[in-house]
């Protein structure tokens, strides 16, 4: 019996099938060569740290003097609330014991008195000098100063919120019989949205109140805000010059 040949022989690829295995077979001993040296080349890496964003996070704008009983309040909370201090005498300092620095700035001044009264009416003892039983409360301020801050994103919404007001005034143009009516439900969201927004600025301020018996500090807070700049003479100690007197004329 003749017999074909072997090109023909039943279940032997032709040249179609020959073809497209060899187009399969690329791709793949293209991959075993480059995967070994996935160890070597990884595809995550870089010569330095990548920048990337903290989790989004709110800061306060500290702008009135109504801002300084809230964080009065807060701190008589927090110092009567404290174990070490609860049964104490309570004498504050402020900055004034320093002699280098004037301490005349409005923050200081008035927020002294305000904690001076939120302490008075909760019940504590707070005296005009120390006593054997007290214990001091210091100020410590510090005003900073972001001279080359990078891109700040802006608040969240803002941008949904502006193309949101621009989508709906655009609707009664072709709709409404008066177009300015368009801008009635953006005035709307925009009064709605705006009152919990306000620029970042580059000047914060520390304020930090700490209780301290001799080398001990009893208590201490900390709590930061965004500052307008035309307000730090409110925050920021102004050193006294010194001046010397020669007795040579």
Known sequence: MPTLPPSHHAGAPGPARLHAAHRLL????????????????YANTAQAPIATTYPYTEQQRMQAAHHWDVLAGHEASGILGSNLLRLRDIYISGDSDVPEVHTGGEFNRGFEDLLTSRLVSRGASVTTAPTANSVTLEFHIEVVNHRDRGFVRPPAGAFTALAGGVAVATIPINQWSEPALGLIPAAIGADITSGSWTYTGNEETIITVQAVEDDRILYSSSNIYYTNRGDRRHYEPEVVPTVSVSDSW
């Open 26 to 41: 690329a791709p793949l001993a293209l991959a075993a060569l480059v995967l070994p040296l996935g160890g070597c080349f």
